[in-house]
Nanobody, 124 residues
Framework: QVQLVESGGGLVQTGGSLRPSCAAS????????MGWFRQAPGKERDFVAT????????SYADSVKGRFTISRDNAKNTVYLQMNSLKPEDTAVYYC?????????????????WGQGTQVTVSS
């Protein structure tokens, strides 16, 4: 298994930026497809972004496309989510996740390993 530790959430004004990161333990980081999901109060946990093992390809939810960028640094065992032009509707707990049984997935159930979540709050 892999242990995921998130950081970098916080409070930001509308239009601002944050860059949460997720550090993975061990030396098998490149084994995993990585993803970011988010969950707002009273809502389901929704897909945000995913990145392939090599970092060569990414995919995004329509709601964040053009504003968010997922990246990974395999040398540092870390995945990032650069969030720009933040809106109040982006307010949620953001989770990073790892999948080792799939080459590509936007499905929550396909990700076996999860971080603890980091709160992102965007004020109006």
């Amino acid at each position: 298994q892999v242990q995921l530790v998130e950081s970098g959430g916080g409070l930001v004004q509308t239009g601002g930026s944050l860059r949460p990161s997720c550090a993975a333990s061990g030396r098998t980081f490149t084994t995993y497809v990585m993803g970011w999901f988010r969950q707002a109060p009273g809502k389901e946990r929704d897909f945000v972004a995913t990145i392939t093992r090599s970092g060569a390809a990414t995919s995004y939810a329509d709601s964040v496309k053009g504003r968010f960028t997922i990246s990974r640094d395999n040398a540092k065992n870390t995945v990032y989510l650069q969030m720009n032009s933040l809106k109040p509707e982006d307010t949620a707990v953001y989770y990073c996740a790892a999948a080792d049984q799939f080459a590509w997935s936007v499905r929550r159930v396909d990700y076996a390993y999860w971080g603890q979540g980091t709160q992102v709050t965007v004020s109006s």
